[in-house]
């Protein structure tokens, strides 16, 4: 079975601050991707980064880096130094092969709701 | 790239009456386009996963006479919520993936805010 944990529901944190948010997912499948999604207030989702389950060097873009360990099923997200646009709630998405002829589906983590306080 | 827009982002509507929802992939085709429901403080709930020209396929539980969704063209997808209820208001959300390629990323759109009185 496919799934994606996001432990952390609620973070709160003070800008500048560093925090981290944890993904771990579950899947038998040896090619797979994940993602990392934001919603601001606002609703609309915006697209953060793809992995691929082949790649696990960890990225970095500007205050945001990513985390991608195999060996723990984890593919964490960091941003640093936070800031108050940067509340949100972060979606983490695992995308596996299809099956019995569906599409490729995403399977989403609960969100963790992030606030950055001035 | 990539931008996907919805119309309305907000529509309040009576008991009994159909709602009309559009997903436009305004720079790049659509060949997929997906529909979630989400509920407030909730994750996505995928509804139905539409290709370009064929049949959408829906979730267990997502009653298809309810939610009539259509994609017609390779950038345009249509959800109808037939005889609203107040149970059916919701935040629905569309995506689109391009290309060929099925490990292509989602692009969602902004959403459509939806109150049934």
């Known amino acids: 079975a496919q799934k994606v944990t996001q432990a952390q529901t609620e973070i709160s944190v003070v800008e500048k601050e560093d925090v981290t948010l944890d993904c771990v997912y579950e899947?038998?499948?040896?090619?797979?991707?994940l993602f990392w999604y934001k919603q601001p207030p606002s609703g609309e989702l915006v697209f953060l980064i793809r992995?691929?389950?082949?790649d696990e060097q960890n990225e970095i873009s500007g205050r945001y880096s990513w985390n991608f360990q195999k060996s723990t099923s984890s593919f964490n997200f960091t941003i640093t130094a936070s800031q108050v646009v940067d509340s949100a709630v972060y979606f983490c998405a695992l995308s596996v092969p299809p099956n019995a002829g569906n599409n490729r589906k995403l399977i989403w983590g609960l969100g963790t709701s992030l606030a950055v306080n001035p | 790239g990539a931008v996907v827009s919805q119309h309305p982002s907000r529509v309040i509507c009576k008991s009994g009456t159909s709602v009309k929802i559009e997903c436009r992939s305004l720079?790049?085709?659509?060949?997929?386009m997906f529909w979630y429901r989400q509920f407030p403080k909730k994750s996505l709930m995928l509804m139905a996963t539409?290709?370009?020209?064929?049949?959408?396929?829906?979730e267990q539980g997502v009653e298809k006479d309810k939610f009539l969704i259509n994609h017609a063209s390779l950038t345009l997808s249509t959800l109808t919520v037939t005889s609203a209820h107040p149970e059916d208001s919701s935040f629905y959300i569309c995506?689109?993936?391009?290309?060929?390629?099925?490990?292509?990323?989602?692009?969602f759109g902004p959403g459509t805010r939806l109150t049934v009185l």
């Open positions: 539409s290709n370009e020209g064929s049949k959408a396929t829906y």
């Open positions: 899947t038998r499948d040896t090619t797979y991707y």
């Open positions: 720079d790049f085709q659509a060949t997929t």
């Open positions: 995506s689109a993936r391009g290309g060929l390629g099925v490990w292509d990323t989602q692009y």
């Open positions: 992995r691929n389950s082949f």
